[in-house]
Structure formats: C-alpha cells, structure tokens
C-alpha cells in the first residue's frame, strides 16, 4: 500500500513538472516568434537637390561662364520690339564675350519690358534699363559682373552702332554695364568714343525706328518724358 501510494506521488510529481516546462517552453517560443514578425524596416529616400542651370553671375565667373557659352550659343541677330517699330541688329562674332552676353540676356528674357531710358537726338538712344522692381530682380537672379572692353577688333561707333557703356562706377578699365546698349543715331557717327566703349553690333534694319526714338520729348536728365519700352528682345534667323 505505501509503494502504491509513493508511487502515485511520484508520477504526479513529475506530470507537474513536465506541465510546468511545457508552459515555460511555450511562452519563450511566443516571445520570440511575436519579436520577429513585429520588425520592419522603413527606409526613407533621401530628396533629390533641384539644380539651377545657370550659376549666379560674378566678376570671378563671368568671363570663364561666356567663354564657355558662346560656343554651344552661336547666335548672332536679335529684334528689338519698340513702341515705335522694330530694330534688326547683327551682333559681331568677334566681340564674342559682348554678343555671348546679349545672347544670354535675351534668353532669359532681361530686355522685355525695359526702356530706352536716355535719348539724346542726334547722337544716341540707350536702353536695357527701368523704374521697376521687377527689373531689380532679374538683375538679383542674373548676377552683378561686368564686362572688360574689348575695343580693338576694327569696329567704329558709325551710325547704326551698337555699343555697351561703361559701368556706372567710376573705374579707369572702361569695365562694361552688361545690362545696357545703347545705338549711335548720329548722321555722320561718334567716332570719338572709339577705344572707350566696345561696338559689338550693328543695326541691318530699323534705323528709321532709331530716329523716331531720338526724337522724342525729354526732361533735363535726357529721360524721355514719355517712356519710350522695349516690350521684347528675340532671336531671329
């Protein structure tokens, strides 16, 4: 009878035991089965940088910047669209710093809606300035440069000239306001800006529309009194 009952405590006791460590076991599996499907991994794609395609312009870059650009922008006619008519002008590919410059402007659309902002009759009209904002922003986004002269390439300011005045700064270079032209209208030419400003053109059509220009109405500071727009600036074959 006590064996039988030894017995029976025996087999209980290991039941209990065996009960107790398949829970054990159960329980670890669980963890580590609930650890693993739970992790995932989430990789996030970093932006893509948008580039500008043309740099800021400087007086550092500049000139490396057109060298490069006038040999794939071989460009050499462009039509000014007046108030008073068209000008057809013949840019020189010799001056190519000076026609890869009014090459650029025009493609970013600089000139459109500036102003022949002094007319002197008789002598000249000169443009690619304005009162506006908007103007000061296009010159923010372009950049501030100038241009050096380059003024021994046989070019004269004849009638129908087209040629770049100097900065606005007093400097003793001549360095160019890259923004701005300006056309000889006068009869029998001024020849004595030669060797201080570069002609980088020449008017082929529109001489007639000059002369209109010149002849308006200014106040002392030689601003038409009336603005006078270039309402466009385009490439033409």
Known sequence: MKFQLVFTMVIGIGLLLLNCEDKQT???????????STITETKIKPKKKTKTKFPKLTDENAMEFFLEYEKENKEDKVRIT?????????????TKFHRANFIYLTKRNYFDNTQFYRVVNNFVIQGGSGDGMNLYKKRQNIGRYLLPPDTKRGYTHKRGAVSMPSSEIENAYKLASPYQFFIVQKPDGAYHLDGDYTVFGEVISGMDVVDKIAAVETDEGEWPLKNVYIKKVELID
């Open 26 to 36: 159960s329980k670890k599996t669980d963890t580590t089965v609930v650890k693993d």
């Open 82 to 94: 007046t108030d008073f008519g068209t000008i057809d002008i013949q840019l020189y590919d010799k």
